[in-house]
Nanobody
Framework: QVQLVESGGGVVQAGGSLRLSCAAS????????MGWFRQAPGKEREFVAASRWAGGSTYYADSVKGRFTISRDNAGNTVYLQMNSLKPEDTAVYYC??????????????????WGQGTQVTVSS
């Protein structure tokens, strides 16, 4: 059974940093694309970042480019999201996602077939 478990969320002041982790289990994920999405209250879930495979291409939303960094461990089963220079507008529930597909857009939720339960990130002003 595939499981994605996020951790690392919390409350931080604007300008601060957090690192989210997502541990994947149930199969080998080093050839899977893994990504992060977020959903703020009253808004739709949106793309944040993705890693095509362990050591592969990375993709970022314009709103986080230069502030957030996605990375994976060597085995490819854990994905991290280092978030620096956090802003109040980064407040959201952050979800980890994974897909075995290689065609399509990694920016789209429809690309991903495995999801974590989410972790709350709150940035205070």
């Amino acid at each position: 059974q595939v499981q994605l478990v996020e951790s690392g969320g919390g409350v931080v002041q604007a300008g601060g940093s957090l690192r989210l982790s997502c541990a994947a289990s149930g199969r080998t994920f080093n050839s899977y694309a893994m990504g992060w999405f977020r959903q703020a209250p009253g808004k739709e879930r949106e793309f944040v970042a993705a890693s095509r495979w362990a050591g592969g291409s990375t993709y970022y939303a314009d709103s986080v480019k230069g502030r957030f960094t996605i990375s994976r461990d060597n085995a490819g089963n854990t994905v991290y999201l280092q978030m620096n220079s956090l802003k109040p507008e980064d407040t959201a529930v952050y979800y980890c996602a994974a897909t075995s597909s290689s065609g399509g857009s990694y920016y789209s939720q429809r690309m991903y077939n495995y999801w974590g339960q989410g972790t709350q990130v709150t940035v205070s002003s």
